[in-house]
């Protein structure tokens, strides 16, 4: 389960910047998903949960914003927004694609106190 290591990720960064930017607490955390990152948002959500306990970060609620999938066709040389990573070219129904977007897993911002 990489959704737990990914939470554990996000707080780090979240702490490290109440450190710097001195805030006290979190009450909105805004993730940016990928269609490609291959995250479960079930799962995300339960760790979330999980890993803000005793946090600054404890009580946040936390929005995950879709993030759309994008492919290079070789085929017809577009860039083109898929739904799932196996789908052909929605432009010329070519099948040789390389994802060059939606893979990631981002904080977008965040609403401090």
Known sequence: M???????????V???????????QVRRVRLSIGRF?????AALRFSFDVVVRG???EGAELDLVDEPGTAW???CGETVTLADRLDPCPRCGGTRLHPNGGMDVAIKDLEVV
């Open 14 to 24: 979240i702490l490290e910047n109440a450190r710097l930017h001195d805030f006290r």
């Open 55 to 57: 946090t600054l970060v």
């Open 2 to 12: 990489h959704e737990l290591s990914l939470c554990e990720s996000v707080v780090d």
């Open 37 to 41: 990152a291959g995250v479960e948002t």
């Open 73 to 75: 066709c070789f085929d």
